[in-house]
């Protein structure tokens, strides 16, 4: 039934997929990172926002991710927009996931006492400084493990990309497939990657968290 | 510049919805002087103090602090509401020490007092470093420097938190209600630091305060609010010995009592 020479065939046309399938995922996830940080410090910011980006957040989670991969692949071509499949599969991602961000920063940011927000005033301190200095460091450890499973449910999200032909470890897993009429090797070698680097990114996250979390004893 | 007072309150109001908390409260501070707020909760007295530190909007009048306004600024012969650069600039010369310390808990004893004189003042790292350490020997705590709050006492977080707005140089510092946080013990070694910048300090000093003991010994002049407008003031020995109102009476009666 399992055919060892034949895995051992595919391994590296495999290996290289899943190269394809970090990079979507790390450069998925530092875009919904950095877009769903400034999403909530905007809304913090200047108050009339707060409407609109609630509206635009809600939008993109009911939504579910492969018409927005769509969207941007083929509908963005009609309005004069055209990427290639990989940075639209990523930016989809991105935005997806930066709409999930923005409510956990929003919810750290919430977690900081006003006294924080005061004190801040009253030492004359500019509010990127505050940001910067303040509220930050004190609003992202909590919610990095929040962030984190993100990361891990973004990477597990990749293999939509294979709906429009990005040659990452699903897409690549079919066409050996195809190609060979063996399905069983190329797509348990697929589950068992992302097993693993699950399991691993989870133990980074627990690991950072444990970094972050670190406070001088009583 | 005769004498123009280091703060007025210029018939300044202050709503939060149908309710008013300071009703057209006129007031001037002069330079130097101490001054103690006390009154009943609600009265208005921590408003007063936080619409000073700009931590509150107000609804009428103008604050003026050292003869410029803060809440507005003039355009064309008028006062407009103050944009936020006008604020900031006027602000600087305030320092406020709040009833629950406000220390930034990520930060050492003294990276709280070094992190606005850099940013703000632009002070260089060793600048700041060396006025820190002197104001935080000043209240005692020369050998915290090193410590979170989270390692220190109530006590200590707030002559920390003190020291902290010495660092910004201000002329006027605000303590609203600094030791209703405390345990009863650590009162004294934060009133005694503030006793300590009275003496030394050339600082005009507004202190809201349940502290009647202290603010008889302390303050200049005693404020007592009432329902948002101030319902009796003076001199402390005036203001204890003889109060005028019977409502002024009736809180020192109350508050003399249960303390």
Redesign the interface.
């Known amino acids: 039934m399992w055919d060892w020479a034949f895995t051992l065939e595919i391994l590296p046309t495999l290996a290289k997929a899943a190269v394809i399938s970090i990079e979507a995922t790390l450069i998925g996830f530092v875009l919904a990172a950095v877009l769903g940080l400034v999403l909530a410090l905007v809304r913090i910011a200047i108050p009339w926002t707060a409407w609109p980006i609630s509206v635009l957040v809600e939008l993109i989670r009911s939504t579910p991710l492969l018409i927005q991969i769509f969207f941007l692949y083929f509908v963005f071509p009609s309005f004069g927009v055209t990427l290639d499949a990989f940075t639209a599969g990523v930016l989809a991602l991105g935005i997806h996931y930066a709409a999930y961000c923005s409510e956990v920063y929003r919810a750290g940011f919430d977690n900081i006492h006003r006294g924080q927000w005061e004190a801040s005033t009253a030492l004359n301190l500019s509010a990127w400084t505050t940001f910067k200095d303040i509220i930050i460091p004190q609003a992202i450890p909590p919610i990095v493990p929040a962030l984190g499973n993100y990361l891990v449910a973004l990477f597990k999200e990749t293999p939509l990309l294979s709906a429009i032909a990005v040659l990452e470890l699903m897409q690549t897993a079919k066409i050996i497939g195809s190609e060979t009429f063996r399905y069983t090797e190329p797509i348990t070698l697929v589950g068992i990657f992302f097993l693993i680097m699950s399991l691993v990114s989870a133990a980074f996250i627990r690991a950072a968290e444990r970094l972050l979390n670190r406070r001088p004893a009583r | 510049m005769t004498d123009k007072p280091m703060v007025r309150f210029d018939k300044v109001s202050k709503r939060y919805g149908p309710l008013t908390v300071l009703d057209s409260l006129e007031l001037d501070i002069h330079r130097g002087e101490k001054v103690a707020i006390i009154g009943p909760s609600g009265s208005g007295k921590t408003t007063v103090l936080r619409m000073l530190?700009?931590?509150e909007t107000i609804d009428d009048g103008v604050i003026w602090v050292e003869g410029e306004p803060l809440t507005h600024m003039e355009r064309n012969g008028r006062l407009v509401p103050a944009d936020q650069a006008h604020i900031?600039k006027i602000?600087?010369q305030?320092?406020?020490v709040?009833q629950?310390?406000?220390?930034?808990?990520?930060m050492t004893a003294m990276a709280n007092c070094i992190?606005?004189p850099m940013?703000?003042l632009g002070m260089k790292k060793a600048e700041a470093e060396a006025r820190a350490a002197e104001l935080l020997e000043m209240v005692g705590l020369g050998q915290k420097k090193a410590?979170?709050p989270?390692?220190l006492s109530g006590g200590q977080q707030q002559r920390v938190a003190i020291a902290?707005?010495l660092a910004?140089r201000p002329k006027i510092m605000l303590f609203d209600e600094v030791t209703s946080a405390l345990d009863p013990e650590l009162v004294g070694e934060v009133l005694q630091v503030i006793r300590r910048l009275g003496s030394e300090h050339d600082l005009t000093m507004l202190m809201v305060t349940h502290q009647m003991g202290f603010a008889k010994e302390f303050a200049d002049r005693i404020c007592f609010f009432y329902q948002g407008k101030i319902c009796e003031q003076g001199p402390p020995k005036e203001f204890f010995g003889n109060p005028k109102n019977e409502r002024t009476r009736q809180f020192l009666h109350a508050v003399l009592e249960a303390g």
Request: no cysteine.
């Open positions: 530190m700009t931590l900031r602000r600087s305030i320092g406020m709040f629950s310390f406000n220390l930034f808990p990520h992190e606005a940013t703000v410590h979170y989270s390692q902290r707005a910004m």
